[in-house]
């Protein structure tokens, strides 16, 4: 699987947009961007994910560049609970595919 | 997508004693697997449980020292065999979470002391 990238930690002010990015520049024609988040104490939430095309639901926005080589998370309207350690991987999607966590972006919404 | 009930949440153990952690889950998965997080650091997977075979362990990781079952498509424990103060870590468990679309599903893990 393709290595990745992050920033180890951000803040961000409670309300705004956070926009968590990750570099994955050895990404695979086969590959897709998975993004995941532990908040303190808890196992990791799945977000969202995306092959090339943007991407939005409930939680979230992926915002994939042409060339596939870094994607920005989005968390529109940031609360104090969205703070957390957030993982971008990079895995192929297939049914047992390992995910290879990184370290993440610590996200901190401060108020 | 999949409910993971993860036991016991937390424990403190002896040295050289051996705990074994359970995961249940409310639908049948294929594969199941299993994390370590140490203290301050992020998820390395220790292995993958198929059922009806032996599991596969990754680099760095032994079935002596960590022993898997996988009785059927909705279990599986995880023991840590022979304890030291360095297997102090919270111990996940996580499955597909079904459609293949919405990533895996991960339990509230296990905080295991070790002392």
């Known amino acids: 699987d393709a290595k990745t990238t992050q920033p180890t930690s951000m803040d961000c002010a409670e309300g705004r947009a956070a926009n968590l990015p990750c570099n994955h520049s050895?990404?695979?024609?086969?590959?897709?961007v998975y993004w995941y988040r532990q908040i303190h104490s808890q196992g990791p939430q799945y977000i969202i994910h995306?092959?090339?095309n943007n991407e939005t639901n409930e939680m979230a926005s992926l915002i994939i560049t042409e060339d596939r080589k870094s994607s920005t998370l989005i968390l529109p309207h940031a609360t104090l609970r969205d703070t957390a350690v957030y993982y971008c991987i990079v895995t192929k999607e297939t049914s047992g595919s390992r995910l290879t966590f990184g370290e993440g972006t610590q996200l901190t919404v401060n108020p | 997508s999949a409910v993971i009930s993860q036991k016991p949440s937390r424990d403190i153990c002896q040295r050289g004693t051996s705990l074994t952690i359970q995961c249940q889950v409310d639908?049948?998965?294929?594969?199941m697997f299993w994390y370590r997080q140490q203290p301050g650091q992020s998820l390395t997977l220790i292995a993958t449980a198929n059922q009806g075979s032996e599991a596969t362990y990754e680099s760095g990781f032994v079935i002596d020292k960590f022993p898997i079952s996988r009785p059927n498509l909705t279990f599986s424990t995880l023991t840590v065999s022979n304890m030291s103060p360095e297997d102090s870590s919270i111990y996940l468990c996580s499955v597909d979470a079904g459609t293949g679309r919405r990533g895996y599903t991960f339990g509230s893990g296990t905080r295991l002391t070790v002392v």
């Open positions: 639908s049948q998965v294929t594969m």
């Open positions: 995306g092959l090339k």
């Open positions: 050895t990404i695979s024609g086969n590959e897709y």
